[in-house]
């Protein structure tokens, strides 16, 4: 796919988008599905179209001003699609980006973004230790390091970053319980669990699709907390505050409408019909060249 990178100003602006336009949802790969089904059953009349930019996955490794570019690109992609809201539903890419992209569009098109959910894991850990999982990136980035100092300095509680480069590329071949995965998740979070960390914030979209995986290695001895729930009801206050939620029935049962930009569509296909619920209608495209 051909890069797509906004100019500053504006200068094309395209129309103000109506309430049966669809929202707009971006990931690096496949991982952004978890925010994206949560966003379908928390507002079940809205339509979704999701964009993995796979040609280019895994952003984690990448250096920063190469995060920015290919997040405004796909965003710009999304624009010009015709969605109503923008969701960058992935912590590296918002953790390096949302403040450019909200300057650069304005009001006209919101730009919601995540932030690993560590609040509720500060609140409620027993052991006043909590561990984040995320890439080197997200941690390289301000948000989370404000969060840190927001919740968890004041209430004392330890935070212990995770990070890895290699679990994203297992979600994406559909392979989160393989041994090799198992092996790789054995490692990394053994020590979190033998210091005494009770919560552990799942701070890539991918990651909730690794849920299965860390509870069989792990058992109840970790409680796993992701920010799927919290960027739903962030996204319907949204649209609600621009009067853009759409109420009324629609024909269309179409509820996940997914373009990839690395054209491998149809290898993806199995592996989405096992992680999308069987409740959402999907289907799954290349982007034209």
Known sequence: ???IHPIYPLNDPMPKASADAPIGIFDSGIGGLSIAQEIAQYLPKERIVYYADTAH??????????IRELTASAIEWLYRKGCKVAVVACNTASAFSLDYLREHYGESFPI???VPALKPAVLQSKSKKVAVLATPATFRGQLIK????????PAQVQVQAVTCLDLVPFVEAG???SEACLETLQQLLQPAVDSGVDYLVLGCTHYPFLK???????GQKLTLIDSGTAVARQTARILIKNELLFEQERKDDLR????????????LKPILSRLIFPELKWDIKNIAI
């Open 57 to 66: 996955v895994p952003y984690g490794p990448r250096d920063d001003q190469n």
């Open 146 to 153: 404000d969060v840190i100092q927001r919740f968890a300095e």
């Open 212 to 218: 299965p995986a860390i509870q069989y290695i792990f």
């Open 175 to 177: 392979a989160q319980m």
């Open 256 to 267: 996940i409408d997914c373009f990839v930009s690395g054209q491998n569509a149809q290898s």
């Open 1 to 3: 796919m051909t890069a």
């Open 112 to 114: 919601i973004g995540l």
